[in-house]
């Protein structure tokens, strides 16, 4: 069996947790015997050399639509939909900001993928995505894909109701790797650290975060480089820090085992969140867990997380302090190391591959 997996041309070079998705997936997919090429959307592809295709974003139409139009191969499509209308439409500063209050959220991606391409900071890969906009051309791959992989049911219902197609579909959770972020009781942890990995971006949230910690007993860290179009959001967290806030640079994920491993708690509190790979790695290495209530987190970490309003500083603050003052129950732990590890995700991934290659 050889499948090829098909990424947003900029996977390599603007990393987020989409790039460890694939990169994990097709590392353990191999271990199981299965042949997997990682090829860019912008790339010339011999599709006859596959038995089946693998997007990944489906926000990201316009790499998608050419490929499955040529190749007349089998696709599936893991579908990653992040929601960056509530950020878009009502906390996104400046003029782009006003504009996009008057624009349905299919019109915001379409607006955003035209300005990656005239700005070259991405390639046009599909011509026709430019007339049929954002939400036809998703539409369009829901109805041709075999399956959609998706990493929460609650993304399911989300991605039937905004778009009115009911493809098959396959829960195929996201996972840690359960070799490097190993939990350890012999770990002596910093007093009132308090973790944040994550690109710095307004999606992330990382400027509310700051304004939580700023001048608290905490020590806050945070990890990552800017996103690609967001140095302006990066100087602003910045400027706003105060001295008990620091900043690190993207870290390969060996290092960042030891700061999981040093923090007691680590904070995502986006404005839209799939999962959090990295308060699933956090959650792996013993750390308290404060996540945003908006997304799909909850369907991860159910009760054993602490939920915080992504809009009010003070409701970071106060989940913060609560997990900060309850006692650690190693439950969330054990659950993401029995049941969310990228072995898993291989495992269930071929199983879906299997029944669309004869």
Not at 19 to 39: F, M, S
Not at 73 to 80: H, L, M, N
Not at 166 to 195: E, W
Not at 218 to 242: E, H, M, S
Request: glycine share 6%; hydrophobic share 40%.
């Amino acid at each position: 069996m050889k499948i090829v997996f098909i990424v947003r041309s900029t996977l390599f070079t603007a990393r987020g947790g989409d790039t460890i998705q694939v990169e994990e997936t097709a590392a353990n997919l191999r271990n199981l015997g299965v042949a997997v090429d990682i090829k860019k959307a912008s790339e010339k592809i011999n599709y006859n050399d596959y038995d089946l295709l693998h997007f990944f974003n489906i926000i990201r139409p316009a790499d998608i639509l050419l490929h499955i139009n040529r190749s007349g191969k089998p696709f599936v499509v893991s579908t990653i939909l992040v929601n960056y209308a509530l950020y878009d439409k009502y906390h996104r500063h400046g003029i782009t900001g006003k504009l996009f209050t008057f624009i349905p959220a299919s019109g915001i991606e379409y607006a955003k993928a035209l300005y990656r391409f005239l700005t070259g900071r991405d390639t046009l890969v599909s011509i026709s995505y430019l007339w049929k906009g954002q939400k036809r051309s998703v539409t369009e791959i829901l109805k041709k894909t075999k399956a959609v992989l998706v990493q929460a049911r609650e993304e399911y219902k989300d991605l039937v109701k905004l778009y009115g197609v009911i493809p098959d579909y396959y829960l195929i959770h996201n996972g840690v790797n359960a070799c490097l972020f190993q939990y350890s009781k012999t770990v002596n942890r910093v007093k009132n650290m308090v973790l944040c990995v994550a690109r710095i971006e307004g999606l992330k949230n990382q400027y509310n975060l700051i304004k939580a910690l700023n001048n608290t007993a905490y020590t806050l860290v945070l990890i990552g480089d800017a996103a690609p179009n967001q140095k302006g959001y990066y100087q602003q967290c910045r400027d706003i820090a105060a001295g008990n806030v620091s900043f690190i640079n993207q870290l390969p994920q060996p290092q960042l085992a030891d700061y999981y491993a040093a923090a007691t708690i680590h904070v995502l509190p986006s404005w839209f969140e799939v999962c959090g790979l990295s308060s699933m790695e956090a959650a792996a290495m013993g750390c308290r867990i404060v996540v945003t209530d908006n997304g799909y987190a909850r369907s991860y970490f159910e009760d054993d997380a602490f939920y915080c309003d992504p809009a009010k500083p003070e409701s970071i603050l106060q989940a913060v302090e609560l997990a900060m003052n309850t006692d650690y129950d190693n439950g969330l732990q054990k659950k993401i190391l029995d049941n969310y590890t990228w072995e898993k995700t291989a495992a269930d991934t071929l199983a879906v591959y299997k029944k669309y290659i004869s």
